[in-house]
């Protein structure tokens, strides 16, 4: 079993930054891949950002250029630059094994002026 906490959404001016934290707990040492998906209202689910062990990372293409993923063992964090109002949704920190996926209970990210 893998645990996922998140933080660090909150209320931003476009163009401003964030950075969202996602700590795992569990059996951690399983984890092949951790992601970052957002889901804005009336929309689906899409993936952000994942990072894979090894450290290669994959990005969509609407934040390519703006946001960086990393990890360090138990904690995968997002660093989010140049925001946009089309950034704003819940992030959802995600993980993977071989056996499951695992979710986060997800953090607002608002862009406004």
């Known amino acids: 079993q893998v645990q996922l906490v998140e933080s660090g959404g909150g209320l931003v001016q476009p163009g401003g930054s964030l950075r969202l934290s996602c700590v795992a707990s569990g059996s951690i040492s399983s984890i092949y891949t951790m992601s970052w998906y957002r889901q804005a209202p009336g929309k689906q689910r899409e993936l952000v950002a994942d990072?894979?062990?090894?450290?290669s990372t994959r990005y969509a293409d609407s934040v390519k250029g703006r946001f960086t993923i990393s990890r360090d063992n138990a904690l995968n964090t997002l660093q989010m630059n140049s925001l946009k109002p089309e950034d704003m949704a819940v992030y959802y920190c995600h993980a993977a094994n071989i056996f499951y996926h695992y979710w986060g209970q997800g953090t607002q990210v608002t862009v406004s002026s």
């Open positions: 990072i894979r062990t090894g450290g």
